[in-house]
């Protein structure tokens, strides 16, 4: 059984819609998900039994927009924790950010893109896109850390790099729909998955 977080967002519903006709999937949300045969609604509170019964997690959560984002805890962090800790076997994949480094190193970036990243870093959103990356991949457990740059409407061809080859600010951007093919394959696909375990892609809009 394939687990959503995320599934009310704009890349996690995407997910959610491009799964449905041939997987089971458990949503985990806040907010009401049109009903499926296929889909089971869940709480965060049964998060731990739901994780019990998945064969891949995926995690699409974000600070929604607001001034109140700032003062939020580092809840995708706390979460990841949660996932990353749990004594179950699944594949672990989780949607982070284009601006974020590999922690293992190999990013190569412009030094207007370290300066600007350098200096945003401490806003909640980030901070919480970072350390939720130096934790996933520091798993045991097998995970892939995907890593778009600037999102935008709409589906089209796009290319997958293990490291950070484009500065984020020249124009960069990758299509929601893209982003979804790419992680509902992870999901699904295991010569996909086998290539991208353990990484943390950057994707980018051919
Ligand atoms: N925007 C960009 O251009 C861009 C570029 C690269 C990477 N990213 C990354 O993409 C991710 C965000 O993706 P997105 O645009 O699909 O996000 P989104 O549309 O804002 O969706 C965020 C999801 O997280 C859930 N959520 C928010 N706060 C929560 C909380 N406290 N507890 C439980 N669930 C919570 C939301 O649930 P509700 O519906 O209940 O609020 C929603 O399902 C972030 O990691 C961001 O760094 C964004």
Redesign the pocket.
């Given at each position: 059984m394939i687990v959503i977080?995320?599934?009310?967002?704009?890349?996690?519903?995407r997910i959610l819609e491009k799964l449905l006709p041939n997987h089971k999937v458990t949503a985990v949300?806040?907010?009401d998900i049109p009903p499926h045969p296929n889909l089971t609604t869940k709480s965060?509170d049964d998060l731990d039994s739901v994780l019990s019964e998945a064969t891949v997690v995926v995690s699409?959560?974000?600070?929604?927009?607001s001034v109140n984002m700032l003062f939020?805890p580092l809840?995708?962090t706390e979460?990841n924790k949660k996932i990353g800790e749990h004594p179950s076997n699944f594949r672990f994949i989780q949607?982070?950010?284009?601006?974020?480094d590999n922690p293992h190193g190999g990013d190569s970036r412009p030094f207007m893109d370290r300066l600007i990243i350098g200096s945003i870093g401490w806003l909640t959103?980030?901070r919480?896109?970072i350390q939720?990356a130096n934790y996933i991949s520091t798993l045991k457990k097998e995970w892939c850390c995907v890593?778009?740059?600037?999102?935008i409407e709409g589906e089209g061809e796009y290319e997958v790099f293990e490291h950070a080859t484009k500065s984020v600010f020249s124009g960069a951007a990758?299509k929601?729909g893209s982003i979804a093919d790419f992680m509902s394959k992870l999901a699904t696909d295991d010569v996909l998955w086998n290539k991208w375990k353990f990484k943390m892609p950057m994707l980018y809009d051919k």
């Open positions: 977080l995320g599934a009310t967002g704009r890349i996690g519903s949300a806040r907010k965060f699409c959560l974000g600070h929604v927009p939020e809840f995708v979460i949607l982070n950010s284009g601006g974020v959103p980030f919480d896109s939720s890593r778009p740059v600037n999102f990758a929601m």
